[in-house]
């Protein structure tokens, strides 16, 4: 790094001491982190809301999720209000899931997967002896295995050969279960199950790292069984968490300026010194969080010549993770969904088949899977009484291989899902559809400024997580760092509220090191 990064020289010369791109959950919490700490800091966001994919959004008397539909470990959450002196409660309530998903299987038997581990066990065990011991063997590789220790990992640095012996010294059982390291999800799955349903119904968490279970890495599969710890929704809709992270920000002194999309970073000599927005005018801070892709701040954003090669080679390597399509749905009528998430699955051999048939050629997913989220079973005020508000959701690319555009194909996609739902599963909604509308890769590009409709940034492999992805403090530009879901261990809402705090933790580092007049590590 560079001399001073900025501290050095006086606020007058500033605007602001930090500015944040995106008001997306990584963007909040750096922000509300800085900001609590008495930085004077402004988060530009170019959509008219906050939240980014954590939002809601409404059509007529309908309340929609804008992309995440469910919200796990907490204690991430309640971490971040902590870190800023206050009590969650007060600015976001959380209302529990349950049963956590129903699971319509591929010879449309329904059972239903509830929170309790022992009740799963025994509902497992219904299925064979095989399965229930397995479900046994799994909960106990989990808990002392490395979900154990999975939300402690949320909110510390991963970035480096160093961080990793850190963390393997002090949570030992992140390594000890070594199997799921070196397997894949399918593997490590086919290891504890063998009912098809079963398998079907764990096999949605391959895809919370980006891939199918045959690609993903072992230790994903536990993730599954972190769900068993609690499974949420906030009250009033997902846009209630970043509303609440805004107030906090907001109390704090920070400013959120919406509708204010940033087209540049400005540089001088390496050291990032401010944005230029949309309009043209420019803003100068000390430094700049950005918590969008890490393709889109290099590859977009800074002028193209300061990028050393090597830079935007690397950058190129990295792949994008998944993008996806999600019908949603505005249903007159409580019948067909007993369950905040209704899973049809034709196995997981339907889930790598979508993938590698489907989604790597650039074609639309051909059915056999699909996940219904209808959050109206847990907060009925999203919708009218006797009303829900239904999302299908499924693997959806971005580019399609006959070269057509997702505008020209929106309506015949949206009624191919209701045919999938229809012949594979046995679920008839036609007649009770009094909203609809698809949202695809493009759409959320367009609206959420997700780069190329990537619903988590980058992939999630076993080498393109942690120390493999872009550093959160950049080593080209001093004075810019990097949060949300292209960094730190990638997508999610607890991973990208603890990439915030990690990007306010490097700032501030920084910044003290800077005005101690010490040249730092
Ligand atoms: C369809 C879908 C379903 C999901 N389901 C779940 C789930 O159920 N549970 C879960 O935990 N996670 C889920 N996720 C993942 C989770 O929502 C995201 O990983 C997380 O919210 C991303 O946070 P982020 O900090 O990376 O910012 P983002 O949400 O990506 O927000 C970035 C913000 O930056 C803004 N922006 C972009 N470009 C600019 C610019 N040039 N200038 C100014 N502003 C800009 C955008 O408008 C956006 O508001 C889902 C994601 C999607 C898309």
Request: charged share 20%.
């Amino acid at each position: 790094m560079g001399d001073g990064h900025g501290w050095s020289e006086p606020l007058s010369t500033h605007d602001y001491d930090a500015i944040v791109i995106g008001a997306g959950l990584g963007g909040l919490a750096a922000g509300g982190l800085l900001a609590h700490r008495g930085m004077s800091t402004a988060i530009f966001e170019q959509a008219p809301r906050v939240g980014g994919c954590c939002g809601s959004l409404r059509h007529g008397d309908y309340q929609f999720d804008v992309g995440a539909t469910v919200v796990l470990f907490l204690d991430v959450i309640e971490r971040f209000f902590r870190s800023t002196g206050r009590e969650m409660a007060r600015y976001v309530q959380f209302l529990p899931i349950e049963p956590l998903f129903e699971v319509v299987d591929q010879e449309r038997r329904r059972f239903q997967i509830p929170t309790s581990p022992l009740e799963t066990g025994e509902l497992f065990a219904s299925f064979s002896e095989e399965d229930g011991e397995g479900w046994r063997r799994f909960a106990e590789a989990a808990e002392s295995g490395m979900a154990a220790a999975m939300t402690q990992i949320f909110t510390r640095r991963f970035q480096t050969l160093s961080d990793a012996r850190e963390i393997a010294r002090t949570s030992p059982s992140m390594t000890s279960d070594r199997s799921s390291l070196l397997h894949s999800f399918e593997k490590t799955l086919r290891s504890y199950f063998r009912s098809e349903s079963i398998l079907g119904a764990l096999s949605l968490a391959s895809y919370s790292v980006g891939l199918p279970p045959a690609l993903a890495p072992g230790y994903a599969a536990f993730l599954s069984y972190a769900e068993h710890q609690g499974s949420y929704y906030p009250k009033g809709g997902m846009k209630a968490l970043p509303e609440g992270m805004a107030t906090a920000f907001a109390e704090d002194g920070g400013e959120i300026h919406l509708g204010a999309r940033v087209s540049g970073i400005l540089t001088e000599e390496r050291r990032v010194v401010g944005v230029r927005l949309g309009d043209g005018r420019e803003i100068r801070s000390r430094v700049v969080v950005g918590d969008i892709n890490a393709k889109a701040i290099y590859g977009q954003l800074l002028p193209r010549s300061e990028v050393p090669l090597w830079a935007r080679l690397a950058l190129r390597s990295l792949r994008l993770s998944q993008s996806s399509c999600m019908l949603k749905l505005g249903i007159e009528g409580d019948e067909g969904f007993g369950a905040h998430h209704t899973l049809y699955s034709g196995g997981l051999e339907a889930l790598n088949r979508i993938w590698f048939d489907d989604y790597e050629r650039g074609r639309p997913s051909r059915g056999g899977y699909l996940l219904a989220s209808i959050p109206s079973r847990t907060d009925p005020s999203l919708a009218p009484p006797g009303h829900h508000v239904v999302h299908l959701h499924t693997l959806a690319p971005y580019q399609l291989a006959d070269g057509a555009s997702w505008d020209d194909i929106q309506r015949r996609e949206a009624d191919r899902m209701l045919d999938f739902l229809e012949a594979d599963f046995g679920v008839r909604l036609r007649e009770r559809i009094r909203f609809a509308h698809l949202s695809t890769p493009l759409e959320l590009e367009r609206e959420v400024g997700l780069h190329r409709g990537a619903l988590y940034g980058l992939e999630s492999g076993l080498l393109s997580t942690s120390m493999f992805r872009p550093r959160m403090r950049s080593p080209i530009f001093d004075g810019l760092y990097l949060a949300g879901s292209s960094v730190h261990l990638g997508g999610g809402i607890p991973v990208c509220i603890g990439s915030g705090m990690i990007a306010a933790d490097l700032v501030c580092e920084d910044a003290s090191l800077a005005q101690s007049g010490s040249s730092g590590p």
